[in-house]
C-alpha cells in the first residue's frame, strides 16, 4: 500500500557528503513516521535516524548526531537524509521506512514499509 524509493547514493571520498531522498507512493505519507537504516557488508542492518509525521520529533543514533540531518516534506511526499563527514566504516546500504504512527521510532520492527536501498560508499 505504500512504496518507498531511495535515490542520491554512491560513491564519495571520506569526509565528503550526500544528500539521500526517499519518495513514497501509493497512501497517504501524512501520518507516518519515516527512519533511514543501514545495512553494512556481514552485519545487521541498524538505526540511523527518524521523524515523526509532523517534524517534530526527531532521534538519530548517537555516532551521526551532529552529521546527518533528517527532514520530511510531506507535501512531496518525501523524507531526506543530508548526510556530512562520512566515514569509511559508514559504507552500507541505506533504506528508509514507513511506521504506520505518528510516533518517530528507533525499533527496526514497528516499521511497516521498506525500500530496496541505496548504496552509499564511502572510499578513504
Known amino acids: 500500500q505504500v512504496q518507498l524509493a531511495e535515490s542520491g547514493g554512491g560513491l564519495v571520498q571520506a569526509g565528503g557528503s550526500l544528500r539521500l531522498s526517499c519518495a513514497a507512493s501509493?497512501?497517504?505519507?501524512?501520518?507516518?513516521?519515516m527512519g533511514w537504516f543501514r545495512q553494512a557488508p556481514g552485519k545487521e542492518r541498524e538505526f540511523v535516524a527518524t521523524i515523526s509525521w509532523s517534524g517534530l520529533t526527531i532521534y538519530y543514533e548517537d555516532s551521526v548526531k551532529g552529521r546527518f540531518t533528517i527532514s520530511r516534506d510531506n507535501a512531496k511526499n518525501t523524507v531526506y537524509l543530508q548526510m556530512n563527514s562520512l566515514k569509511p566504516e559508514e559504507t552500507a546500504v541505506y533504506y528508509c521506512?514507513?511506521?504506520?504512527?505518528?510516533?518517530?521510532?528507533?525499533?527496526?520492527?514497528?516499521?511497516?514499509?521498506w525500500g530496496q536501498g541505496t548504496q552509499v560508499t564511502v572510499s578513504s
Open positions: 521506512a514507513a511506521a504506520g504512527d505518528a510516533a518517530a521510532t528507533t525499533i527496526l520492527n514497528r516499521y511497516d514499509y
Open positions: 501509493g497512501r497517504t505519507f501524512r501520518h507516518y513516521a
